[in-house]
């Protein structure tokens, strides 16, 4: 049954390294499985975890932000307060029930394209088998949105 | 080193009578105001002569310092949120304030994200071995104990049992686990809590190690609580002497006997839930909180939410108005926002009235996350908050999912 779902999955992209190479796995023309919608950020800093729980609860079924490597964030240390607040965030969808799985993140500079190709794969791969995300049913459906 | 442990109590017989353990705090609150070493003084008074009902009293005339003395069990109140909101965070006052350690871990919680100015703060800690909800205590009065609770007139925890003292001066106790299995048990997150005496105050004081009733003992935790004391004694008014190994000793006993029984009544709990099945604490968690009735009650009593543009408002854009149950994303705010810093006072859940179990699950996320960043939260106030701060050290660390350089040997 996990191989006919087809999860949607929010990326979060920092303009400086991941979106850049996600462009660069697109112009190499690298394949990787069309279930990302993109956002694209200054910076991973920029994340609330409510971006994050929200996308969740309105039915996204996988959440991927991908950053600059520790050290090479345009503004010091956005991705470092990131990486703390996806710490939290796991733990948080964990103690509500919510496999922290569907949280993913990534450090992809922008020289490497096929990093970013190979992290898209694998995520939505594990969202597959995690299947549905149960919160956006269990809140949303009985009230009809 | 110097001696921190002292057994205290009032030269002043009225004040001893009236007051709790020797009328030591009592008598220290008159002095700081008398000698202007405050300006006020918060405490806890009764409504209405109730010991069910508490009110906080700003008190700045020494001579009605005695209308606060006496320890409530029964009505827990906490005085964070009234210095933040209606005294300015004590910015330009000197307070005295009696404090539950949960209400002095707020305070600290509070100090570190300047909401609160410590400096103008004397923390005067009070031990805790749990409260009770007026109502439930109430009616424990009336059914397990067969007593009217207007007859009540002081009650006290110790060694596992709930003494109550009735105004005609008789007392009777009851376990608490046989009250506990009558249905009349402390509030939830009190038996969870582990921080029995408030060393994050400026003095922590109780009952442990002193000599029957007539003393308090003192623990002194800052050299402003060191300040005070010396002051209040040269003064003539308070009397203090060095605690003796054994009574040192007694009160160690009393909190590790207390704090082992809060670990492992918080596991109980936390190994409950993580026992769940993922499907099973989804469940379980939506059905609470899709009774919710959004009150807002649970954010105006919580002391961690200060926020002036608070994101439940509908104005803000994330939960739309008008709706009840409100969108789930109510709670995940603002468990969200108290993840790092949720002092389990159990405000939320005391004015829940939905009685939603909020503060289990405000208190299994803090626990976590205090477990990964090392943090817990309202102890050491030079410990900044985990998720406003990041180290230099982890430009070093590589992986997206650790902060610590070995995991392992933590
Ligand atoms: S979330 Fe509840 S238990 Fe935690 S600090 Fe706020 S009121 Fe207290
Ligand atoms: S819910 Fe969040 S935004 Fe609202 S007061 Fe609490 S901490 Fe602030
Ligand atoms: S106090 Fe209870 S009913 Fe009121 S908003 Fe909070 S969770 Fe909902
Ligand atoms: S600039 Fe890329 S994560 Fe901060």
Same mark, same amino acid.
Request: charged share 25%; proline share 5%; hydrophobic share 35%.
């Given at each position: 049954?996990?191989?006919?779902?087809?999860?949607?999955?929010?990326?979060?992209?920092?303009?400086?390294?991941?979106?850049?190479?996600?462009?660069?796995?697109?112009?190499?023309?690298?394949?990787?499985?069309p279930?990302?919608?993109v956002i694209?950020?200054?910076?991973?800093?920029?994340?609330?975890?409510?971006?994050?729980?929200?996308?969740?609860?309105?039915?996204?079924?996988?959440?991927?932000?991908?950053?600059?490597?520790?050290g090479?964030?345009?503004?010091?240390? *956005?991705?470092?307060?990131t990486?703390?607040?996806?710490?939290?965030?796991?733990?948080?969808?964990?103690?509500?029930?919510?496999?922290?799985?569907?949280?993913?993140?990534?450090?992809?500079?922008?020289?490497? *394209?096929?990093?970013?190709?190979?992290?898209?794969?694998?995520?939505?791969?594990?969202?597959?088998?995690?299947?549905?995300?149960?919160?956006?049913?269990?809140?949303?459906?009985?009230?009809?949105? | 080193?110097?001696?921190?442990?002292?057994?205290?109590?009032?030269?002043?017989?009225?004040?001893?009578?009236?007051?709790?353990?020797?009328?030591?705090?009592?008598?220290?609150?008159?002095?700081?105001?008398?000698?202007?070493?405050?300006?006020a003084?918060?405490?806890?008074?009764?409504?209405?002569?109730?010991?069910?009902?508490?009110?906080?009293?700003?008190?700045?005339?020494?001579?009605l310092?005695? !209308?606060?003395?006496?320890?409530?069990?029964?009505? #827990?109140?906490?005085?964070?949120? +009234? +210095?933040?909101?209606?005294?300015?965070?004590?910015?330009?006052?000197?307070?005295?304030?009696? &404090?539950?350690?949960? $209400?002095?871990?707020?305070?600290?919680?509070?100090?570190?994200?300047?909401?609160?100015?410590?400096?103008?703060?004397f923390?005067?800690?009070?031990?805790?071995?749990?409260?009770?909800?007026?109502?439930?205590?109430?009616?424990m009065?009336?059914?397990?104990?067969?007593?009217? #609770?207007?007859d009540?007139?002081?009650?006290?925890? $110790?060694?596992g049992?709930?003494?109550?003292?009735?105004?005609?001066?008789?007392?009777?106790?009851?376990?608490?686990?046989?009250l506990?299995?009558?249905?009349?048990?402390?509030?939830?997150? &009190?038996?969870?809590?582990?921080?029995?005496?408030?060393?994050?105050?400026d003095?922590?004081?109780?009952?442990?190690?002193?000599?029957?009733?007539?003393?308090?003992?003192?623990? +002194?935790?800052?050299?402003?609580?060191?300040?005070?004391?010396?002051?209040?004694?040269?003064?003539?008014?308070?009397?203090?002497?060095?605690?003796?190994?054994?009574?040192?000793?007694e009160?160690?006993?009393?909190?590790?006997?207390?704090? !082992?029984?809060?670990?492992?009544?918080?596991?109980?709990?936390?190994?409950?839930?993580?026992?769940?099945?993922?499907?099973?604490?989804?469940?379980?968690?939506?059905?609470?909180?899709?009774?919710?009735?959004?009150?807002?009650?649970?954010?105006?009593?919580?002391?961690i939410?200060?926020?002036?543009?608070?994101?439940?408002?509908?104005?803000?854009?994330?939960?739309?108005?008008?709706?009840?149950?409100?969108?789930i994303?109510?709670?995940?705010?603002?468990?969200?926002?108290?993840?790092?810093?949720?002092?389990?006072?159990?405000?939320?859940?005391?004015?829940?009235?939905m009685?939603? #179990?909020?503060?289990?699950?405000?208190?299994?996320?803090?626990?976590?996350?205090?477990?990964?960043?090392?943090?817990?939260?309202?102890?050491?106030?030079?410990?900044? #908050?985990?998720?406003?701060?990041?180290?230099d050290?982890?430009?070093?660390?590589?992986?997206? $999912?650790?902060?610590?350089?070995?995991?392992?040997?933590r």
């Amino acid at each position: 049954m996990s191989n006919d779902f087809d999860p949607k999955i929010l990326a979060f992209l920092c303009n400086w390294c991941s979106y850049a190479g996600a462009d660069l796995a697109g112009v190499s023309r690298m394949q990787y499985p069309p279930n990302i919608r993109v956002i694209r950020l200054m910076c991973t800093g920029r994340i609330d975890p409510i971006f994050i729980i929200n996308a969740l609860t309105r039915g996204v079924d996988g959440v991927l932000i991908a950053g600059c490597h520790p050290g090479e964030c345009h503004y010091g240390k *956005g991705n470092l307060y990131t990486r703390r607040r996806v710490l939290m965030t796991k733990k948080l969808l964990e103690c509500i029930g919510i496999e922290p799985e569907r949280l993913h993140l990534a450090w992809v500079a922008a020289s490497e *394209g096929p990093k970013f190709a190979e992290v898209v794969k694998e995520f939505t791969e594990e969202t597959k088998n995690l299947g549905p995300n149960p919160l956006a049913t269990l809140t949303r459906e009985e009230k009809g949105k | 080193m110097e001696n921190n442990f002292y057994l205290a109590w009032s030269p002043d017989s009225k004040i001893q009578e009236m007051g709790s353990s020797g009328g030591a705090v009592t008598s220290l609150l008159k002095f700081a105001l008398e000698n202007k070493m405050v300006d006020a003084v918060l405490a806890v008074k009764k409504r209405n002569n109730s010991r069910f009902d508490a009110v906080p009293a700003l008190i700045t005339d020494p001579d009605l310092v005695h !209308e606060a003395a006496g320890a409530m069990h029964f009505a #827990p109140l906490n005085m964070v949120k +009234i +210095i933040k909101e209606y005294l300015d965070g004590a910015m330009d006052m000197r307070v005295a304030v009696t &404090c539950k350690p949960c $209400d002095a871990r707020a305070f600290i919680e509070l100090a570190k994200r300047n909401q609160v100015h410590r400096e103008n703060l004397f923390l005067i800690g009070l031990n805790c071995s749990g409260t009770f909800l007026p109502t439930v205590a109430e009616q424990m009065i009336r059914e397990a104990y067969g007593e009217n #609770p207007q007859d009540l007139a002081g009650e006290e925890v $110790d060694g596992g049992k709930l003494i109550i003292t009735l105004k005609d001066g008789s007392t009777r106790e009851k376990d608490l686990e046989e009250l506990a299995r009558q249905g009349f048990e402390m509030r939830e997150n &009190c038996l969870r809590c582990s921080y029995k005496i408030p060393r994050m105050a400026d003095i922590a004081c109780g009952k442990w190690g002193n000599k029957g009733n007539a003393a308090t003992f003192i623990e +002194i935790c800052s050299s402003k609580g060191h300040e005070f004391l010396e002051a209040a004694v040269q003064g003539g008014a308070l009397v203090m002497e060095t605690a003796t190994d054994e009574q040192i000793e007694e009160r160690k006993r009393k909190e590790t006997e207390a704090v !082992e029984n809060a670990q492992a009544r918080e596991k109980k709990e936390l190994d409950e839930l993580k026992g769940y099945s993922s499907q099973q604490r989804l469940e379980y968690w939506v059905g609470h909180l899709n009774r919710c009735i959004k009150c807002f009650g649970c954010r105006d009593a919580c002391p961690i939410c200060f926020c002036k543009e608070c994101y439940l408002e509908p104005y803000r854009g994330c939960i739309p108005g008008g709706e009840t149950p409100p969108d789930i994303m109510f709670q995940l705010i603002r468990l969200s926002h108290v993840a790092d810093s949720c002092v389990n006072c159990g405000q939320c859940q005391d004015v829940c009235p939905m009685e939603i #179990p909020l503060t289990r699950l405000y208190n299994f996320l803090n626990r976590e996350v205090a477990d990964i960043f090392e943090y817990e939260p309202g102890v050491d106030i030079n410990q900044p #908050p985990p998720l406003t701060t990041v180290t230099d050290q982890e430009l070093f660390i590589d992986p997206p $999912d650790i902060i610590y350089e070995d995991a392992s040997a933590r």
